[in-house]
């Protein structure tokens, strides 16, 4: 895929939604757009990495101020363009027919939006109706619950694993996916962005195990804190500080976090 950049004045931001950029629980970014805002005016470029939907996505985008740039959808499956409002991809249906290919007594733990009506994500998500059909409009993965043993789980995931299908566990589902990652897909981006300027840095912002592999990537990463679940454990470049954690949860200590990027980059 050809990625389109915009030019980009020295960061580039790569941010998760759920926990990080949005309250876990009401999805309200506003404590964010003093360093939404500083982003725009020091012509940096924000690419969202989320496990929604490119539905989901784009109207986000385009309120945040960054429809120009890329934004990496279901969890790294697919990378939605910079100013498109969609992507092709079919890789749901082969990630549903590997799970139907697995013994019932393991596929029985598993319940994902695929299983689910509209209301019922909405019900789970906490999204209003019309954002939870969004939600539900999946092109390349398959988030749900687990119901089963760890150790099920494990033999779930090994299975899986085998027909090419990877799980990865997120603030609230485990997604399930042709195996591309948010690192993936952030990596992409920024080898094309370097074509142009070779000194650009790359900054990652999650919360959840997803977002580890995206955060040990990036050259300046942030552990949000998200108090509504487990975390991230320590990480090994938390030692040397390219790694840190925020106090403050959701878009509150994102905000913190990229001012103080924003703000050394500048002295």
């Known amino acids: 895929m ?3 950049l915009p030019a980009t004045n020295g960061l580039i931001v790569f941010s998760d939604l759920d926990g990080t950029l949005l309250y876990h629980e009401t999805y309200d ?12 005016k020091g012509g940096h470029c924000l690419v969202l990495a ?18 120009h740039c890329p934004a990496i959808v279901e969890n790294g499956a697919g990378i939605l363009p910079a100013g498109a409002s ?29 299983n689910w009506s509209t209301e019922e994500i909405a019900r789970r998500t906490g999204l209003k109706p019309e954002d939870a059909a969004n939600a539900g409009k999946r092109q390349f993965s398959e988030p749900g619950t687990w119901s089963g043993s760890a150790a099920e789980m494990r033999e779930f995931c090994g299975m899986l694993q085998s027909k090419g299908v ?19 897909r952030m990596l992409e981006i920024v080898n094309a962005a370097r074509l142009a300027d070779a ?3 790359s900054v990652a912002l999650g919360d959840a195990p997803n977002d580890i592999a995206m955060i040990e990537a990036a050259d ?10 487990g975390g991230i454990g320590k990480l090994a470049g938390e030692s040397g500080g390219r790694i840190q954690r925020t106090v403050d949860a959701g878009p509150k200590g994102w905000n913190t976090a990229v001012l103080s990027v924003i703000n050394k980059l500048a002295n």
């Open 220 to 229: 300046i990463s942030f552990i949000i804190a998200n108090p509504s679940h």
């Open 50 to 67: 989320s496990s929604k939907t490119a539905a989901e996505i784009d109207p986000l985008r385009t309120a945040t101020g960054f429809s």
């Open 86 to 114: 969609a992507v092709e991809g079919e890789d749901h249906a082969a990630v549903m027919e590997a799970v139907r290919g697995l013994p019932e007594r393991l596929r029985k733990h598993f319940s994902g939006f695929s």
């Open 2 to 4: 050809s990625i389109s």
């Open 199 to 201: 000194t650009v840095k």
């Open 29 to 40: 970014w506003s404590p964010a757009q003093p360093a939404l805002s500083a982003l725009a």
């Open 166 to 184: 990877v799980a990865q566990q997120g603030g609230r589902f485990l997604t399930l996916s042709l195996g591309a990652s948010k690192a993936d």
